[in-house]
Nanobody
């Protein structure tokens, strides 16, 4: 049973920074791409960034240059450093495997950016 636990969200002013963390049960990172996703109110869940087992990363255009995804496979952790946050970044953020997400999602972590 895969368990994903996201943390690190909060309320921040536009231009601020947050670092999200994702802890996973078991050794699921070693051979999997991992991604951070987000879902804003009234919108579909979207991919924000993903990271390959070898560390190669890719970002959505809307966050490129502001967000950085990283992983620590020894600790089964994935991180998302978010800088220069914008109001449009407000959403619940989730981590999961990419591109084929596990059926079981974590509870997510709320990020709210105020103007």
């Amino acid at each position: 049973q895969v368990q994903l636990v996201e943390s690190g969200g909060g309320l921040v002013q536009a231009g601020g920074s947050l670092r999200l963390s994702c802890a996973a049960s078991g050794s699921i990172f070693n051979n999997n791409f991992m991604g951070w996703y987000r879902q804003a109110p009234g919108k579909q869940r979207e991919l924000v960034a993903f990271i390959a087992p070898n560390g190669i990363t890719n970002y959505a255009e809307s966050v490129k240059g502001r967000f950085t995804i990283s992983r620590d496979s020894a600790k089964n952790m994935v991180y998302l450093q978010m800088n220069t946050l914008k109001v449009d970044d407000t959403a619940v953020y989730y981590c999961n495997r990419y591109p084929s997400a596990f059926a079981s999602w974590g509870q997510g972590t709320q990020v709210t950016v105020s103007s």
